[in-house]
């Protein structure tokens, strides 16, 4: 059965999350039925694999998945056709790609990139309504920037994750967290970038939560160090509402969405 990785985009508001569930719309839901309108085995219940699990009413723009089919397609023409049948929902096929059978889409990732989108103004959001964090007040970008800076290398996590997160340690290293400012209309966005191999739940909202109260000024930089060491969740800034975050991407050893003359493969079948 060929093997196939897809680069999928979708916003998080109708969902509850990416996870399959009996009784709730979700992305791999709706992934799996347009893929069972393709595909004999996923209309005999064949699952998806996916990079991460997001939760109700997170995004993304690059989340990988992957799944074994009964037919080689060729991978734009399998693209075409699952956007085709995911319509309506907020949900498309970035890129589609023939990968070897060892490829797993969580299993295989080296790193994972998130996105968060923090929008501070007065006036309420528009366009971007359900797809941003809104605060009301100005943020100081250099002193979250030095809060960020305590949790980068690796550190226990306990204080920055879920009480409900199953993950077997709360040790993690984070890569890198870098923060940008970008003027919108009569207010100002804060882009928050998070790169890791892997993170705990609710680890970047309970970050960006935390650093958010620095840039308010209700906490000291110094005060995320302290809240790491404590490895006690009570110590945590108040995690942010979802809407704002993204799964932005996933790193692999060789990119399977690279073009095969790049990675050295020959063409696949259709």
Not at 173 to 196: C, K, N, W
């Amino acid at each position: 059965m060929p093997r196939f990785a897809f680069k999928i985009e979708y916003d998080g508001a109708p969902f509850a999350g990416w996870q399959a569930q009996a009784d709730q719309p979700t992305v791999q839901g709706a992934i799996e039925e347009a893929l069972a309108k393709l595909d004999p085995g996923f209309a005999a219940g064949a699952r998806i694999a996916a990079a991460g699990r997001t939760d109700a009413g997170v995004h993304a723009t690059g989340q990988v998945a992957h799944a074994d089919l009964m037919r080689d397609w060729d991978p734009f023409r399998l693209s075409e056709a699952l956007n085709w049948h995911l319509k309506p929902a907020p949900v498309v096929v970035l890129a589609a790609a023939r990968v070897d059978d060892d490829f797993h889409a969580r299993f295989s990732a080296r790193e994972r990139r998130y996105t968060f989108r923090l929008i501070s103004r007065r006036a309420p959001m528009t366009h971007e309504r359900g797809n941003v964090w809104q605060v009301l007040s100005p943020l100081d970008l250099g002193a979250m920037q030095q809060g960020a800076d305590h949790l980068i290398g690796l550190h226990d996590f306990t204080t920055f994750r879920s009480s409900i997160c199953q993950a077997k340690s709360p040790v993690k290293s984070i890569d890198q967290i870098t923060i940008q400012e970008i003027p919108v209309p009569h207010g100002m966005e804060y882009r928050f970038d998070l790169r890791a191999r892997s993170f705990l739940h609710n680890q970047v909202r309970s970050i960006v939560g935390t650093l958010e109260r620095v840039g308010a000024g209700s906490w000291h930089p110094d005060r995320v160090a302290e809240a790491l060491a404590a490895c006690n969740r009570a110590a945590c800034g108040p995690v942010c509402p979802p809407q704002g975050l993204y799964l932005s991407g996933v790193g692999y050893p060789l990119d399977p969405f690279e073009a095969p003359a790049v990675r050295g493969d020959g063409p696949t079948g259709g």
